[in-house]
DNA sequence: GTGTTTGTTATCAA
DNA sequence: CTTGATAACAAACA
């Protein structure tokens, strides 16, 4: 489940990586992962190459170096994406593999494969097919970006005036506000929970019932919990991986999500976990209000 | 066979 | 028009 801090590490290496690299070859294994006709999808990129990488939520966009028709590529990991980057090197001690977890590559997962130019390859695997990638004008991506995305945190947009602006008239609860990406972008279901955790604010509480002291701690907690993630590569709880394959180790930071049945690490309670708005909800009763 | 997992969109209601 | 709530999708695993 990449969130921000996944996309956003995955982003900062792979930018190193690939960009200015000549794409040689692509192969389409799943065409319903590519959002765009294969001949297209194939003439626009290879013989192309990236210039660089922008994220915006858990949006990643490669910018294309010879812009036509399209300027970028939108790539979205949506729950089980992965882009794993491998050397020419590593791809001959590599074999084969069957197992979501096992980051060898190809495996029965893999969806798209770049080819650059030095023999190095992009593997885009999606076991459960919800991520794509899609070829699109500037015009477009900046439309998307527009429509599509809130306030980005870890960026001087993200002020507390326009955090609490969000929060003043919404009769919906905290979790689903910081949720809705449209409002706030890159939060997903265990940033949100931490997030609510550490700011000791009940994920089902009305967003506009909470005190101005309660939204500045949110505030904070938000941007803090997002950057430690970034800190420690990411949260793998199933599916993420780094693009070296590698996983995150934010995961033995939580302090709520997937914990449940397990002790509170603040007041010893037992972490509870319900189902609310159809996603399973970490948290302490004790020290959440 | 059943329940569980979640990012996002579709759909419907108010 | 906006806002909010919920279902649906996809696919594998325990």
Do not use: W
């Not at 997903?188 to 005190?211: H, M, V």
């Not at 709880?237 to 995150?248: H, L, P």
């Amino acid at each position: 489940m990449p969130e921000l801090p996944e996309v956003e590490t995955i982003r900062r290496d792979l930018e190193k990586k690939i960009a200015g690299q000549k794409i040689k070859d692509i192969e389409i294994l799943a065409t319903k992962s590519v959002h765009n006709k294969s001949a297209e999808f194939l003439k626009v990129l290879v013989g192309n190459n990236f210039s660089h990488i922008e994220r915006r939520g858990k949006l990643l966009m490669f910018a294309l170096d010879k812009t036509g028709k399209f300027g970028f590529l939108l790539i979205h990991l949506k729950m089980t994406g992965q882009l794993i980057y491998r050397h020419k090197k590593q791809l001959l001690a590599g074999g084969h593999s069957q197992s979501a977890m096992d980051t060898n590559v190809p495996n029965k997962f893999t969806r798209v494969i770049f080819t650059f130019s030095d023999g190095s390859q992009l593997f885009f695997n999606d076991m459960r097919r919800f991520g794509y990638l899609k070829l699109v004008s500037t015009e477009e991506k900046e439309k998307i970006v527009k429509n599509n995305f809130g306030i980005e945190p870890l960026t001087p947009d993200y002020t507390f005036e326009a955090f609490e602006k969000l929060f003043k008239k919404r009769q919906t609860n905290v979790k689903a506000l910081i949720l809705n990406q449209k409002l706030i972008s890159g939060i997903g279901n265990i940033y949100a929970d931490e997030a609510c955790f550490d700011a000791g604010i009940l994920p089902f509480r009305k967003a506009s019932t909470l005190t101005k002291a309660e939204l500045e701690k949110l505030y904070h907690k938000i941007a803090h919990v997002l950057k430690l993630a970034i800190k420690n590569r990411g949260t793998t709880f199933n599916n993420y991986v780094d693009s070296d394959g590698r996983t995150g180790s934010h995961v033995n930071f939580l302090n709520v999500y997937g914990r449940d049945g397990e002790k509170c690490k603040h007041c010893k309670s037992i972490i509870l976990k319900v189902k609310h708005a159809g996603r399973g909800t970490h948290y302490c009763s004790k020290c959440q209000k």
